[in-house]
């Protein structure tokens, strides 16, 4: 989207919602900004006046996070945060920010986006907050009733750490063209009976789609790296892979 398409926004923030011991799910109501036009797949960048311990004062911090609601969803927008301890946003955004609060958004940015009738097949593929612009992508398909097959293949560290689960469940129940498959890396004494380990090589090649199919890897850049590769290897044509980096 060209940089004349975007906003710069007051955004009043409507609801917070907690996914996961880590992330947050943050709704802003659109108000008198609407309509506002994105792709899914697409983020925004959120700016404030937050303290810089390095410096000892105020200072001004900014980062992009992928919209995790649909186009279809025309009031509001939402985005999902990760708490990391030694950021600057994040820690202040989960610590300080409240229902009623506005915040500045500029948007929309990126090209790591679903497009209409490019492909009738997609694995996308998850480590950690890079479930974001999927759950962006997922529903606004599901919401389009459009003839995609979608794959998810999501990981986390922990059962705990999957945000949007319930969510994605009830979605496999209602709608025969989306799959969701869990794995957990570091398991620990909450009970789980999926799979556990990374992505690897024999797990990639189980989940292959036909010819055409487009795979997304968003997450961690060591993850995307070795997906990358993998599928190379597995002979998925490079245009066929799309990445967005954390």
Known sequence: MAARDQKQMNLVISEIRQETPEIK?????LGSNKPFPFRPGQFVIITAEVWNPKRNRMGTANRAFSLSSSPTEEDFIEIAAKRYPEGRLTPWLHDTVKVGDILNV???EGNFVFTESESDE???IAGGIGIAPYRSMI?????KGLPVRVTLLYSARTP???AFKPEFDAAMDHFSNFHCIYTVTRPDPTPWTGRVGRFDEAFLRDHLGPVGTLYYLCGPDRMIKDCAQTLTALGVSYPLIRSERW
């Open 139 to 143: 529903r606004y398909i599901l919401a």
């Open 106 to 108: 500029k948007g929309p």
């Open 160 to 162: 705990a750490d999957f």
């Open 25 to 29: 799910s943050f709704r802003f109501d």
């Open 122 to 124: 997609l694995v996308l």
